[in-house]
């Protein structure tokens, strides 16, 4: 009898103990400039995102620098350099996942690289949405000659020509093994321009391992 008290007693103090470590606690850190970005475990995070922007971005200037042509709508800078006016229409997921709210962040990052080149500016997005909300439309139709015409002549009236389209458009594919599955995104930006019809397109693609216990990226990748 002693014995099972004892025991009974013990157990009393060992769930004591664990109690204050089961309540829903959630504690954060400010990251420096130098910190690596925290690593998804279910899906793509700001590890991937970031380089598939700045890789792809890099890529599309560096592209478009070497093809673009004078076009109508042109806007001289005051020191006298020229710049296209680019409509954003929007980051579009086609990928094997939800992206939340790096959706948003994915498409202000691209806006954000692209105007600091000075051959480019860049529309505000709150004239893109209320444009395409006015009509009622979305990216895709903006490729058809009656909705680009309409889209134009809505900016325009609020003094916002435009020269070239961009659109993002996030893919992926999926391998599974035994449970573990490898997930290939790619990120891919074209610059239409509407002048001529004649597009600039690049992309960027990272893979990335998931695996239900630790040895997992050891049993595949070595």
């Not at 042509?69 to 980051?91: K, M, N, P, W, Y």
């Not at 994915?106 to 806006?111: D, F, K, L, P, Q």
């Not at 893109?128 to 009622?136: K, N, P, S």
């Given at each position: 009898m002693a014995v099972r008290r004892k025991f009974l007693?013990?157990?009393?103090?060992?769930?004591?103990?664990?109690?204050?470590?089961?309540r829903k606690k959630?504690?954060?850190?400010?990251?420096?400039?130098?910190?690596?970005?925290?690593?998804?475990s279910h899906n793509a995070g700001a590890e991937t995102w970031k380089?598939?922007?700045?890789?792809?971005?890099s890529r599309l200037l560096g592209k478009s620098s070497q093809t673009i042509?004078?076009?109508?709508?042109?806007?001289?800078?005051?020191?006298?350099?020229?710049?296209?006016?680019?409509?954003?229409?929007?980051?579009e997921n086609k990928s094997g996942e939800t992206i939340g709210d790096f959706k948003d962040q994915?498409?202000?990052?691209?806006?954000t690289l692209v105007s600091q080149d000075p051959q480019y500016r860049m529309i505000s997005k709150r004239y893109?949405?209320?444009?395409?909300?006015?009509?009622?439309c979305n990216p895709d139709s903006l490729v058809l000659p009656q909705k680009q015409r309409d889209f134009q002549m809505v900016l325009e009236k609020s003094s916002q020509p435009i020269d070239y389209l961009l659109f993002a458009r996030v893919t992926s594919g999926t391998t599974n093994s035994n449970g573990d599955y490898q997930r290939d995104y790619l990120l891919t930006l074209e610059l239409l321009n509407i002048h001529t019809g004649e597009s600039v397109t690049e992309s960027a693609m990272l893979r990335k391992g998931y695996?239900?216990?630790?040895w997992g990226r050891w049993v595949h990748y070595g």
């Open positions: 007693l013990l157990t009393l103090l060992f769930c004591c103990i664990l109690a204050p470590g089961c959630q504690y954060a850190h400010v990251l420096k400039q130098d910190d690596r970005d925290m690593v998804g380089p598939l922007i700045d890789e792809s971005v042509l004078q076009t109508s709508h042109t806007t001289i800078r005051e020191d006298g350099s020229l710049a296209r006016s680019v409509c954003f229409v929007g980051v994915i498409y202000e990052h691209i806006s893109v949405d209320a444009a395409m909300a006015e009509l009622r695996h239900k216990r630790r």
